[in-house]
């Protein structure tokens, strides 16, 4: 069977000649226009006939040929080959017409597949977690940049455990500064803190284990441990963190016991408490007592306002059982998507491992900057400007509120951070948070941050990131919020 006419084809100018003559003639092969076994006209006749270049035909020939849907016999033409199945069409079709007919999702991809997907989307005045970014010292950071973009070591592999020297750097900077007790061989670079929690999830819980985690707390954490199979528990704060008190008690023989708590202890996520020192010390003799492991994420806690950054948990005593991590994209910027878990001596090894397994090594050339960044003294001087900077913008956010909002919000006020949580009793604070977000602010609703976002000891209310806010945005936002709170349809 042999070609007697090509001229259904019908080119456009907005695309290359060469792609749209390929995707016409895969569309004639899975239609069935083009039959296994066809002979296809010469090229100088297809050319002619669709006045197109030769060298175009030639080229989309060979391109085909490689790709196996064509095929040369020597003396005799090029023919669609003769081993495509004959039923192209039923077999390009069918799956998009029967979702079925797919092989099976796991637990997790169908559990994901009943969610409401969520990313990152542009940043808002009082999106939460976003710094300054306006006062970051770009000009230095990009020399530093120049200084290591033509350095052909970098350009290789180098480690999965992370550039060494960052973990020195970072090393001293986690003993002298926030009190941990590691050496750079203790230290492993992530990709953000996002994948530490991942690693912990998957190196020391098993599917069906139970996690406890602050409630309200952070999301990204309880989901890293719902992906792993886990159970998450919530516990109960008190007036600075976690309930101390309230914490469960296991018997050694117990099964069911839990095998790993995450906390927030020096900057409690969302609402800021911080963990006076005695309850820090109970939480760690809780967990020695009970056999269980704590995740420790040091989150916004080198900004605090009125005294120096507190000590870490992790370093508080010897081989305490404590992961300790954190990340850059606060202190620094969320882009660079960076982080650091600090792993018990014996387990640096599998935690290696599982990170090669999971993506391999960081960027090199980041950590290189990062890494001078440090170790030059940079790094402590931008935490120390920022830290006057945020002080500035949270004295006038809460003067706002207290003044604006009087009798229609409470702030929930803590001398620390980069956002402020603010409770509103009896609204729907997520249909809040779409009328702020409407008026071009950013926010998160406060509710969100409990497990049971509807049970009765829930908050409702906002979480206002004043870091990435001017004076005027301030002012325009707490006078949005003052016109938008008695409009919210109620709780229910």
Known sequence: MEVTSLSAFSFDSDTPLQAQLHRF??????SGRLLPGTRLPSSRKMADELKISRNTVTLVIEQLKSEGFLDSQPGRGVYVCADLPSHGKQ??????????????????????????????????????????IQDFPLALWTSIQRRHQHRRDLLGYHDDQGYLPLRLALADYLCLSRGVRCTSQQIIITQGAQQAISLCAQLLLDEGDQVLTEDPGYGGARKAFMARGA????????EHGINIEQLPEYSSNQTDSAKLLYITPTHQYPLGGILPAAQRLALLEW?????????????????????????????????????????????????????????????????VQAKSYMCGETPT????VVADFISEGHFVR??????????????????????????????????????????????DDKHLKQQFAAAGFGSSSLSSYFLDSKGSSTKTGLVLGFANTTSTERIRGVKALSRLIPLSSPHP
């Open 25 to 30: 003639i895969i569309d004639w092969i899975f």
């Open 91 to 132: 077999l390009a079709v069918a799956p998009m017409k029967v979702p079925s007919m797919h092989p099976r999702w796991s637990r997790y991809g169908n559990a994901l597949l009943q969610q409401t997907h969520s990313e990152h989307s542009t940043a808002l005045p009082f999106t939460p977690g976003i710094p300054d």
């Open 231 to 238: 159970t998450v528990v919530p516990c109960p704060l008190g």
């Open 287 to 351: 967990a020695t007592n009970n056999n269980i492991w704590l995740l420790e994420d040091d989150y916004d806690s080198e900004f605090h306002f009125h005294h120096k950054p507190i000590a870490s948990l992790q370093g508080m005593a010897e081989n305490s059982p404590v992961f300790y991590m954190g990340s850059f994209s606060k202190t620094l910027f969320p882009a660079l998507r960076l982080g650091y878990l600090v792993v018990p001596e014996t387990m640096v090894a599998p935690f």
């Open 365 to 368: 050339l980041t950590q290189a």
């Open 382 to 427: 931008h935490l120390r400007k920022m830290r006057k900077i945020y002080e500035a913008k949270w004295q006038h956010l809460l003067q706002l509120i207290t003044t604006t909002l009087t009798g229609i919000a409470r702030p929930i006020a803590q001398s620390a951070g980069m956002h402020l949580a603010i409770e509103i009793p009896g609204i």
